[in-house]
Nanobody, 128 residues
Framework: EVQLVESGGGSVQAGGSLRLSCSVSVSGNRYSSRTMGWFRQTQGNEREGVAAIYDPIGKTYYADSVKGRFRISQDNAYTLSLQMNSLKPEDTAMYYC????????????????????WGQGTQVTVSS
């Protein structure tokens, strides 16, 4: 069982930066290779993948809309971060941390349905 808790959301003006964190707890404290991702959702819209990382080799995946502005990192086995720079009003959303155990998802790393564990989300609001 994996539990995820996000933090770091807030309000910022366009062009500003925020850093989201996701704390990972694993039952029995057993670590296994996994893919971790950040997703976001606005009211009335489907959840979309933002960034993902396959932990054992640090391979990263990004949505086109955030490439060059966001950076995902696995700080250690139990902390995932998302550095968000040059924020835009369209980045406003609830951001969720997610995880799935196993091998590299490859091109499916930003697909919602491939993840087993989800946090409760943290709100990011970017004003113009």
């Amino acid at each position: 069982e994996v539990q995820l808790v996000e933090s770091g959301g807030g309000s910022v003006q366009a062009g500003g930066s925020l850093r989201l964190s996701c704390s990972v707890s694993v039952s029995g404290n057993r670590y296994s290779s996994r893919t971790m991702g950040w997703f976001r959702q606005t009211q009335g819209n489907e959840r979309e993948g933002v960034a993902a990382i396959y932990d054992p080799i640090g391979k990263t995946y990004y949505a086109d809309s955030v490439k060059g502005r966001f950076r995902i990192s696995q700080d250690n086995a139990y902390t995932l971060s998302l550095q968000m720079n040059s924020l835009k009003p369209e980045d406003t959303a609830m951001y969720y941390c997610a995880a799935v155990s196993g091998g590299d998802l490859g091109s499916r790393s930003l697909m919602v349905d491939d993840y087993d564990y989800w946090g409760q989300g943290t709100q990011v609001t970017v004003s113009s």
